[in-house]
């Protein structure tokens, strides 16, 4: 029996820098402090399954640069119990890293990326067969590009890979990134009809099916709502998830509907959102490997999302899922 999870994708190394301010062009900034964590979907996903004791095997898929940041990524797996083998290595370019620069005293944060050895990551990289995983989640879309390249059949390479993961009797998930709006329809769209579970947020919706869903207090929940049948009838399989800072929407190919409201969680133990929707993903997909309800599993997936935010790396604060929940159940939940 197929068991476990298999994610791939981008796998970064954040280096996350406290600077005294954000300096003009040509200006000087001290750096304060810095610190490394983890990042990219795949790799957040799964060292957060680890930390809330997925009760399953948990397997990668990456390409690796030949450099201390691909090794401490291989320690880093290895540390929480992540399969490595398919960690492959290459010294056609660095490993994937964000310098991200956050400002002291305004707490605001700014980003340069580099996808390094990501962007060549390819179907070739991916062995199903050598996996006896049940859930296959690739992440993110519109940062890998020669999976957003088009294939032979005119689809994004993706789909390709996709499409032999269900082949293999696993069941697909993808997320994208907010990022390339004008590479929705070209990158994204084509591959839907590949995925079983879809995680966007609002703004990745918006994009998908040209529906406005407002924001804050303005969130239109008829429009998330009909975002999901959209985003159904472009080929999503089973659910597509939309998720916001209110809460996340859940919409079945088979009609179902359900809204989980976010934690209430307090400002002052609030220090970044960096991973927040990749810790939402990471406790729905515990759940659904697990079979459970789907109201169980959006509950612990907002609750692991609202864990996360009390620190500025993307895993650090993630703590067992009996732990996460009480967390959501002691703060309460916004009003539906």
Known sequence: MRRGIIAGGSWIIDHVKLIDTWPPQDGLAHILGRRAGNGGGPYNVLKDLAKLGAPFPLEGVALLGDDADG??????????????????????????????????GTG????????????????????????????????????????????????????EVLRRARAAGLRTSVDCVSARPQLFGRVVAPALPEVDVLFANDYEAEQLTGLQLGRGESLDRDAVLAAGRH????????????????????RSARGECHWQPAVRMPAEEIVGSAGAGDALAAGILLGLHEDWPLPRCLELGVCAAA??????????????????????????????
Request: charged fraction near 25%.
């Open 231 to 250: 985003l159904l009838a472009l080929g999503v399989r089973e659910w597509a998830l939309i998720h916001f800072p209110e809460g996340v929407a859940a």
């Open 108 to 159: 605001r944060r700014t980003f340069f990326h580099d996808p390094g050895a990501s962007a060549l990551l390819a179907p070739e990289h991916f062995d199903f067969g050598a996996s006896r995983a049940r859930h296959f989640h690739l992440a993110y879309l519109l940062l890998l590009d020669a999976l957003d390249a088009p294939g032979a059949d005119g689809r994004p390479r993706s789909a």
């Open 307 to 336: 864990a996360s935010l009390r620190d500025g790396t993307c895993s650090q604060a993630i703590e067992p899922a009996d732990a996460c929940l009480a967390l959501g159940r002691r703060h309460g939940f916004r009003t539906a």
């Open 71 to 104: 090794a401490a990524i291989r320690a880093d797996a290895r540390a929480h119990g992540i399969d490595d083998r398919q960690l492959h290595t290459t010294r056609a370019a660095a490993t994937s890293f964000t310098d991200v620069m956050t400002e002291q």
